[in-house]
């Protein structure tokens, strides 16, 4: 289950909201995948799609410290996209994500992102 969130603002000006928030939260833009351009490079179109993938230090560590093979859930992930002419901000819920993958040493580290996760998608949602 994903957080998913209505915005009315424009693309852009969302991705560069994002960079500031996160960063309020020590979190860190890792990279942008323009999903909607790579795809049109090979001829699908889409509307505009990116995911944002951002990352802690300290949470990182935390979780590769626990095991070297949970860095597949890493970074964490923003979707933002387009849909019917409206934009939407989506991430995955960490904490099922977790459970569903039987990460359980990590539960609480994973709560603590999930609820910065969240406070992030409502600050850009103002």
Known sequence: MNYTIQLNKKFDEVLKEIEAVTEK????IQHIHNVSDILKEKGFDIDRYAII?????????????KNKNYGSILP???????????????????????????MNDIKEITQQVEQIIKDILLELEK
Not at 25 to 28: I, K, P, Q, T
Not at 53 to 65: D, G, M, Q, T
Not at 78 to 100: C, D, I, Q, R, T
């Open 53 to 65: 993938e951002i990352c802690n230090p300290r949470f990182a560590f935390a979780v590769l410290s």
């Open 76 to 102: 964490c992930k923003l979707l933002l996209y387009e849909k019917e002419g409206k934009l939407f901000l989506s991430a995955p819920n960490p904490l099922e994500v977790v459970e569903k993958l039987e």
């Open 25 to 28: 939260y020590s979190f860190r």
